[in-house]
């Protein structure tokens, strides 16, 4: 059965991944981006492209009514250097300040637009790499609340991310807590970081932190929207894993050295306290409920699989 999907955010990282997938599937794809410049790229992955600045909430509602979907999905983020800048672990409050918003606003945006236009389904990004509730043990499922790092600079993000979910399971959606992204182009600059030896361990580097590879997080996606899922889900590989077993592995498949490492005091200091936590306290998350439910399978179901190849 064809579906119209429009997908919010067609030019990132996992957008150019997921566009083709969809349209691999047969479904009619409206893809947007910020950008003129790149609407011939969403041409050529096999969408109808359109510029839409998801903040405004005008843009938003008159491309979702020329589109006219049966599914919207959420993909818009700000993360890439263009948007935010050189990646700033210490300020995240800064660095994430536009992608908050479209978590935030450019969600609302969506929302109200599907409800003006009568789209029936809602499909939306969240994130569960190292994020997991810091007590009990170091998987969690989805019944586990998110960390929302209160009293840091990543408290707005984990808010933002937060709301998504609140309100898209609210209105009969899921949101997909995609683990930390590898693959073309998604961590690109913490390889050149790791080569340089400027990516180091921290303190017993126990922390946890689950991965998911691209093509395996589109195909997810794909799944939710056939599907009409409903929820939250965690979009992660089979394979969680402390810092101090994934990083000296992703130093060796660069063909760098192993990583150094830093107590916790000097980590604090040059890189802040979400650095600290996610290397020393994060709790990685199950996709036993994505399996079960949406029958999802895995390509790369380990990082250690999926670095190598891609790094090969």
């Keep these: 059965m064809t579906v119209r999907v429009f997908v919010a955010g067609g030019t990132g990282v ?38 839409m600045d998801g903040l405004d909430a005008t843009s938003v ?36 300040a536009a992608t908050n918003r479209l978590r935030t606003e450019g969600t609302d945006h969506l929302l109200a637009a599907a409800e003006a236009t ?16 810091r007590t009990g043990g170091w998987v969690k499922t989805e019944e586990d609340p998110l960390d929302l790092m209160e009293g ?32 073309p182009g998604a961590i690109d600059d913490q390889v050149e970081l790791v080569r340089k030896r400027q990516y180091p361990l921290v303190g017993r580097a126990t922390g946890y932190s689950s991965w ?36 000296p592995y992703l130093a060796a498949c660069a063909g760098a050295k192993r990583p150094m490492r830093v107590p916790k005091w000097l980590a604090r200091l040059l890189a802040g306290e979400q650095a600290v936590v996610m290397m020393t306290e994060g709790r990685g998350f199950s996709n036993a409920k994505a399996k079960r439910e949406l029958g999802w399978e895995l390509r790369y179901p380990s990082w250690r699989q999926g670095f190598k190849e891609e790094l090969a």
């Design 14 to 51: 996992l957008g150019r991944r997921l566009v083709p997938q969809l349209v691999g599937r047969g479904h009619q794809v409206t893809a947007t981006t910020t950008s003129a410049a790149k609407l011939g790229l969403l041409e050529q992955l096999g969408a109808e492209a359109v510029v």
């Design 212 to 247: 998911v590879h691209l093509d395996d997080a589109a195909s997810a996606t794909v799944l939710a929207v056939e599907q009409r899922a409903k929820g939250v889900f965690n979009i992660v590989d089979d394979e969680p894993a402390p810092a101090g077993e994934w990083l």
């Design 61 to 96: 509602g008159e491309a979702v009514a020329k589109a006219r979907p049966d599914v919207i999905v959420h993909q818009m983020t700000a993360i890439s250097m263009a948007h935010a800048g050189k990646p700033d672990l210490k300020h995240p409050d800064r660095w994430f």
């Design 152 to 183: 840091t600079a990543a408290q707005a993000g984990m808010e933002a991310m937060r709301h998504v979910e609140d309100v898209v399971v609210r209105a009969g959606g899921a949101a997909l807590r995609y683990g930390a992204f590898y693959g």
């Design 118 to 133: 009568g789209v029936s389904h809602f499909v939306a990004q969240s994130y569960a790499s190292w994020n997991g509730i």
